[in-house]
């Protein structure tokens, strides 16, 4: 078991890859050298800047769980993990005190050799993962540490359990331990109510709302935009009922709803929709003060 976890730890700390299109658009911006005393990315800073950002008062760790898995014909397989580092390097910029940490690119899930964009851990192994690099964060100096995701896989079980544990263990010393379901969860629950309220059709895999982030954070190479018209995949099903189920056929591309009317307007409001709302969540979290 150790030798499995210390593999899955080596595979979860790699840098995230396909940055160029992030690249680009921190250029277009205007990003320069000058700005490197603003980095907020820990994979970027080297460990003399980390210090002097601890020092400085940025002592909130973000980590941020992206993942690894099939997105429908139209979307690149790491688009949690791409998604994650632009979610969570906007976080930590607005937040102002916290650094975001290396996305972890795995999350529980399994590959199949039909849909072969997929490649998962356990929930065990994941929880595993979670509790060690808070604990390094820790050590490191970081005084508190959120945990959240861009993959529901283990939310909010896994997170929650090992937030509250590492909470518990380390409160007395005024080091805190957070999980940050809204950035996730509730913005992405919000915003598929407004898309309805607009009449646009129900999606929840690989469909309109993964598209149309990714669409507006990379475009191309992350998203397939000549495929986007055939982006139709098996219908949403009811609440408690089985994917594809009735007489509808299963069309099993991997998307679940219909991503044809996706769009970077779209994907704007979805992402800054996530990134206000963990930024709610964590400022509440850090106001809050000690636990009881």
Do not use: C
Request: hydrophobic share 40%; proline share 6%; net charge neutral.
């Amino acid at each position: 078991m150790r030798s499995i976890l210390a593999a899955a730890l080596a595979l979860a700390l790699s840098p995230t890859l396909l940055l160029g299109p992030l690249a680009s658009r921190s250029a277009a911006a205007g990003e320069n050298t000058a700005g490197r005393t603003q980095l907020v990315e820990f994979e970027m800073m080297t460990w003399p800047e980390v210090k002097a950002a601890l020092a400085g008062g940025k002592t909130t760790a973000l980590f941020y769980t992206g993942g690894t898995e099939q997105r429908g014909p139209q979307n690149a397989n790491g688009g949690h993990n791409l998604m994650g580092r632009a979610t969570v390097k906007a976080i930590a910029e607005k937040l102002g005190n916290a650094i975001a940490m290396p996305v972890l690119p795995y999350t529980p899930n399994n590959a199949s050799a039909e849909l072969t964009g997929t490649i998962g851990l356990t929930p065990e192994i994941l929880g595993a993962l979670l509790e060690r690099i808070s604990e390094q964060a820790i050590v490191t100096g970081f005084k508190n540490v959120v945990l959240m995701g861009d993959h529901g896989g283990g939310q909010p079980n896994i997170y929650q359990a090992v937030a509250k544990k590492l909470d518990d263990k380390y409160a007395a010393q005024g080091i805190h331990v957070y999980y940050s379901d809204e950035v996730y969860a509730k913005a992405n629950a919000d915003f598929d109510k407004a898309l309805a309220a607009e009449g646009y059709p129900p999606s929840l895999h690989g469909g309109l709302t993964d598209t149309s982030e990714m669409l507006y954070l990379g475009g191309d190479p992350w998203v397939r935009q000549e495929l986007i018209a055939k982006a139709l995949g098996d219908p949403v099903p009811v609440a408690g009922q089985p994917q594809a189920n009735g007489n509808a056929p299963r069309i099993n591309n991997g998307i679940t709803g219909d991503g044809r009317r996706a769009s970077a307007d779209l994907g704007k409001r979805l992402f800054d929709m996530k990134v206000d709302y963990g930024v709610r969540q964590i400022k509440g979290f850090l106001a809050a003060g000690p636990k009881s």
